[in-house]
């Protein structure tokens, strides 16, 4: 009837997927934007290489500690809500980045940076699923893997062009504009969503918080301390306390951070152990082989970046593709696949690495890796979402978050022992290739024993519906 009120258009899939790919983008970005201007913050804040290290070290922490928290908040008051308050905090913090006339003072804010980027990454996958229909999901979580995937390959090609071009505080002022589009992006598009109606968890929040922290803070100290010291081994020890008790707590309150029947699926618990070695593989592979193409090839930072632009952009033009592949697939043998090629990427690096090998040598193996990212980021995130309860979705993404973020650390304090051990310096581009190589082998035997774990992956059952948003948001 013409007298009765329309009902609200729904927000187009573009808009759904843009909101909340948008600030993951900004977020997934600053994890390694600042990579290629180290060494112009050693210069303008006369910071030791400790105080460099931890300038990408505190991001890691303060984001993988509070992951499991975020989600648990998100599904008690409200996705949206705690989604928008991380992403204004992470943009008032990169604003004091910016502002940061001291290392102590970058450190602490890039700290409190990684905390509300927490509140982003995981959620923004949880939004996500609950707002496009379960027909659309995997062609969704595609665009949403190669934006992600797109954030981490051009991060040192940003990050060096900027830092030569106008100087490494605009790497966080860029931040700026993108939050102030964002924000009210997601306010428009997105409804509000919850979890199951149950109580905080607060011992649980404290406890997986504090073991998260001391496991990642262990294995970012070993390269620097000696896997065996008494430092390090200590907050192993510590991780591992405080960790068995989170279980252990988990398991017997009545509303819990992590539910553990999320682990009775196979598909999930496989999912994460193959999300460990891509994760292993990749960032470890990737943090040497952008400082390769500047000490060995003496590119400028922002050279380096283009050189690597082939393995960035494979994922954006490979990951929807996969994601609409699924059904017809099967994640298991996409992941595998994408493993496997990555895998193979990798030992032609390994292979050809030399001082004198010509940069362009470099650019197949490098799309190798592109590609096989793209086959891996949507499958995985899709068996996520899809292998648990509607309810546990949001705790679910902040699992494998925490998870590729332990990974990641995991990989670069390997390698970086192995350089180390191997006697790699910056000085010789012999040395600094000589002592890479077998890092590189390391990362290819992860990546295969992942594609094997992969193959257990069960396929999946058709998704089921996505709770109810509890409000429309209105559209005009």
Known sequence: MANEAAAPARPSFGLTVLAVSLPMFMVALDNLVVTNALASIRSDLDATVQGLQWVTNSYILGFASLLLVAAGLGDRYGRRKVFVSGLTLFVLFSVGCALSTSTEALVTLRA??????????????????VAVPPEKRGVAIGVWSSISSLAVGIAPLIGGAITTGIGWHWLFWLNVPIGLIA??????????SKGAAVGLDP????????????????????SDYGWTSARVLGKYAAAAVLLVA????????????LPLRIYRSRAFTLTNLSSLAVYFGLFGSIFFLAQYLQVARH????????????WAVMPTIFAPYAGKLIPKVGPARLIAAGLGLSAVGLAWCALISDPGTADWQMVVPYMLCGIGTGLIF???????VSSVQPQDIGKAS?????????GSALGIAVLTTVFINR??????????TDAVIPGLWICVAVLLLGGVVALGIPALKPPAAAPAPTKQPALD
Request: proline share 7%.
């Open 378 to 384: 949507a499958p995985s995130a899709t068996v996520v």
């Open 423 to 432: 006697g790699g310096n910056y000085t010789s581009p012999e040395a600094f």
């Open 299 to 310: 590119h400028s930072p922002f050279v380096a970046g283009l050189w690597t632009l082939p």
């Open 203 to 222: 011992l649980g929040l404290l406890l997986g918080a504090a073991g998260v922290l001391a496991l990642v803070w262990a294995i970012v100290d070993s």
């Open 398 to 406: 902040g699992t494998n978050a925490t998870v590729r973020e332990i």
């Open 246 to 257: 989170f279980v252990l707590w988990e398991r017997r309150t009545t509303a819990p951070l």
């Open 112 to 129: 409190l940076q990684g905390m509300s980027a927490a509140a982003v990454l995981p959620l923004s996958l949880t939004m996500l699923t």
């Open 183 to 192: 924000v009210p992006l997601v306010l428009r598009v997105h409804a509000e």
